[in-house]
């Protein structure tokens, strides 16, 4: 335990120390909230990884996998086709070059599409904080079990905090070509041994069902498809996302990044589902039965014993996924921040605002949503259920109107606004409505009930309203 102890704090250490080491270099709103548009590819690359690869694959989609086995990837699969879209989107999006997603909203529609735009983001992206919060409170009682789990998770929110309030984007993108790098390398280097730690390859087919290794497995088409939407919707509207392509050099470097973003999503994603499976075969009972959210940690402190060099390597495999928590919760705490000062302070309490006077709202919102997402964490007992809520309230009530925007140039404020609105309020009042609805509707997800009503919201009212102006439309044209 002294080993992963002092591997964690090397990483505390090297991250705070990026972090400071950018402090210096911010002195304008710009600088803050997107780097000074000064990222090159390769930063890029690294950064939308760290910050896609979160809790969300490393506890909930693990916790599928433990569970089901390689259906577990229709979940991640969804974020796959999401990114061969995104290759088309990415220079229109740098071309762009504003700050937030409901900067966009107000160009191409209106007012009122912004506003709406920074409440479901502020639903969502806390939402996905609040379980990196569980991640990391998870891992800090692994490796010191005097601790709780619940006393963790606020140590890593008081972390996470400070550090994404001192430098803004610069500090996280940067910080994250270092986790990416491990949290690759690593992974990679990790699978080969618990694989031979389990028997081999032919061991762990023969310890589990055959449908741990089917395309659907125990899923119907229905149940594929509700893990597959939300996280290809999340992925084509994702606010951070576009942040990192109004932070890049130019259009170039910003289609350059998503092909390396291709490439290492499919990598991570399907050996963080291959190591949970092996795990599920390695701990079939105990602490981690109760708890499957916690196999790649759990994995990591336990399945590596017997000589040092295996020691450092699961020490290493832990500080990664501790990493890459941290990341995430990061990326999706400042995201919201950056809504509230430009989208709510500068746009319509300040307009005149010093960048001074900017930067130092902008450290007390992400103190602020910090909290939120601390509180919202406590009661949180499914990191599978929190993510794929805050992914359809995202992919609902976001992404038609952003993808829209782009590539359907008939769609209208009152459409847009239409939309916005229904996808949010379906998708946080579903759980209430269910129980009054016929089992056959009742029992579904969120996802798809919400996605076709702000489709049809969107379309309809659309179609029913004026077009756009060619002014509206001139900042999206190719």
């Not at 916690?294 to 990591?300: C, G, R």
């Not at 960048?355 to 949503?369: E, F, I, Y």
């Not at 992919?395 to 590539?407: H, K, M, Q, R």
Request: charged share 10%; proline share 4%; with cysteine.
């Amino acid at each position: 335990m002294n080993l992963y102890a002092i591997v964690l704090g090397i990483i505390v250490v090297t991250l705070l120390s990026v972090s400071l080491a950018r402090l210096g270099k911010v002195k304008t709103k710009a600088d803050y909230l997107v780097a000074g548009r000064s990222l090159p590819a390769f930063v890029l690359v690294f950064t939308l990884l760290s910050s896609w690869i979160g809790s969300g694959s490393l506890l909930g989609g693990a916790e599928n996998a433990y569970k089901h086995g390689f259906t577990a990837l229709w979940q991640g699969g969804g974020g796959w086709a999401g990114l061969l879209l995104i290759y088309f989107i990415a220079p229109r999006a740098r071309k762009f070059a504003q700050f937030t997603i409901p900067d966009l909203l107000e160009s191409r529609y209106n007012q009122t599409a912004r506003v709406l735009g920074v409440i479901a983001i502020l639903f969502t992206y806390t939402a996905i904080t609040s379980y990196q919060f569980i991640g990391g409170g998870d891992i800090v009682h692994l490796i010191f079990p005097s601790i709780t789990a619940v006393q963790g998770q606020y140590i890593l929110a008081g972390f996470v905090i400070v550090f994404t309030a001192i430098a803004g984007m610069g500090s996280v993108a940067y910080m994250d070509v270092v986790i990416g790098l491990l949290a690759t390398f690593t992974m990679i280097a990790a699978l080969p041994v618990l694989v031979h730690q389990a028997g081999g390859w032919s061991s762990v087919r023969a310890a589990l069902p055959a449908t741990h290794f089917q395309v659907f497995g125990g899923l119907s088409r229905f149940n594929a498809l509700e893990l597959f939407l939300p996280t290809c919707l999340l992925m084509l509207g994702n606010q951070s996302m576009y942040q990192k392509f109004f932070s890049a050099k130019s259009e170039k470097d910003a289609t350059r990044a998503v092909g390396g973003w291709i490439v290492g999503t499919v990598i991570l994603e399907t050996i963080i589902v291959a190591i949970a499976v092996v795990g599920s075969v390695l701990y079939r009972t105990g602490e981690v039965h109760d708890r499957p959210r916690e196999i790649l940690a759990y994995t990591a402190v336990h399945g590596f014993g017997g000589s040092k060099a295996l020691a450092i390597l699961g020490a290493l495999l832990v500080g990664a996924i501790f990493a890459k928590v941290v990341s995430t919760a990061n990326n999706y705490l400042f995201s919201p921040a950056t809504n509230l000062v430009n989208d709510v302070f500068v746009r319509y309490i300040r307009r005149d605002a010093s960048n001074k006077q900017v930067l130092l709202v902008s450290r007390l919102m992400v103190v602020a949503l910090g909290l939120w997402a601390l509180y919202q964490s406590l009661g949180t007992t499914s990191v599978l259920k929190k993510s794929l809520y805050a992914y359809t309230i995202y992919s609902a009530a976001l992404t038609p109107v952003i993808l829209a925007a782009f590539f359907w140039k008939r769609a209208t404020a009152k459409g847009a606004v239409a939309s916005i609105a229904a996808g949010t309020v379906v998708t946080v009042a579903w759980d209430s409505l269910t129980p009054h609805l016929p089992p056959a509707i009742g029992a579904r997800d969120a996802i798809l009930p919400a996605l076709l009503v702000s489709l049809i919201c969107l379309f309809a009212v659309s179609l029913a309203t004026e077009p756009p102006s060619e002014q509206q439309l001139a900042p999206f044209a190719e």
